[in-house]
């Protein structure tokens, strides 16, 4: 059973910096797509970066253009989300997931889904 486990949220002002780390275990077949998804409250949820794992090629939502960048470290099944100049539109419940078909910024790709780590952002 696949497990993915977030951590690194917590609480920063506005131009701060935070980095989510999530961990991937129990996988018998490399995922096709991880990538982060946010869900602000109040607001529907969106697609924040997607990582094609054989194309290595990263997407990311316009909306983090510039100020996130998702990296992987492979060897140790571990995807990171660095987020810089945080706003707080930023603020959300932040999740990792995995997919085995699809790679895009749709949460119907990702099968696989972490519980969250909470991001916040003050003026």
């Known amino acids: 059973q696949v497990q993915l486990e977030e951590a690194g949220g917590g609480s920063v002002e506005s131009g701060g910096s935070l980095r989510l780390s999530c961990t991937v275990s129990g996988y018998t077949t490399v995922p096709v797509c991880v990538g982060w998804f946010r869900h602000p409250p109040g607001k529907e949820r969106e697609g924040v970066a997607s990582f094609y794992i054989t194309g290595q090629r990263t997407t990311y939502a316009d909306s983090v253009k510039g100020r996130f960048t998702l990296s992987v470290d492979n060897p140790n099944s571990i995807l990171y989300l660095r987020m810089n100049n945080l706003k707080p539109e930023d603020t959300a419940a932040y999740y990792c997931?995995?997919?085995?078909?699809?790679?895009?910024?749709?949460?119907?790709?990702?099968?696989?889904w972490g519980r969250g780590t909470q991001v916040t952002v003050s003026s």
């Open positions: 997931v995995a997919g085995w078909h699809r790679c895009d910024l749709s949460s119907s790709s990702y099968k696989d």
